[in-house]
């Protein structure tokens, strides 16, 4: 258990947390309002690439939200991110995140 979170199935998909299922099924709920569209779970997004240096090879670093989609009223993506608690991890990669993609912004989930 992450952070006090409990485990969540829904629609047959595992959920980190009661949160992030609840916002899932709010989306799912505006999805088929044809309000937002391309709902995406865990959409990946490189902050980093591997590199080799010195004979060592280095992972890529990813930042990974718990949804994207395009908001039709808003005529732009969206990547979200359910949190009860930032970790430090979390901030950086959120940091690097927004220098990577100027044209993107994380709205972080935080209610319920």
Same mark, same amino acid.
């Given at each position: 258990?992450?952070?006090?979170?409990?485990?969540?199935?829904?629609?047959?998909?595992?959920?980190? #947390?009661? %949160?992030?299922?609840?916002?899932?099924?709010?989306l799912k709920?505006?999805?088929?309002?044809?309000?937002?569209?391309?709902?995406?779970?865990?959409?990946?997004?490189? %902050?980093?690439? #591997?590199?080799?240096?010195?004979?060592? /090879?280095?992972?890529?670093?990813?930042?990974?939200?718990?949804? #994207?989609?395009?908001?039709?009223?808003?005529g732009k993506?969206?990547?979200?991110? /359910?949190?009860?608690?930032? /970790?430090?991890?979390?901030? %950086?990669?959120?940091?690097?995140?927004?220098?990577?993609?100027?044209?993107?912004?994380?709205?972080?989930? /935080?209610?319920?």
């Open positions: 258990m992450k952070y006090y979170n409990h485990k969540v199935e829904f629609d047959g998909i595992k959920f980190d #947390s009661k %949160l992030e299922a609840q916002r899932y099924k709010e709920v505006l999805e088929r309002a044809r309000l937002i569209k391309d709902l995406q779970l865990q959409p990946r997004f490189e %902050l980093q690439p #591997s590199f080799k240096k010195n004979g060592k /090879t280095y992972r890529k670093i990813e930042y990974i939200a718990d949804f #994207s989609y395009f908001d039709i009223e808003k993506v969206i990547v979200e991110d /359910t949190k009860g608690f930032k /970790t430090e991890v979390y901030k %950086l990669k959120r940091k690097m995140f927004e220098y990577k993609y100027p044209e993107l912004e994380i709205e972080e989930i /935080t209610r319920y």
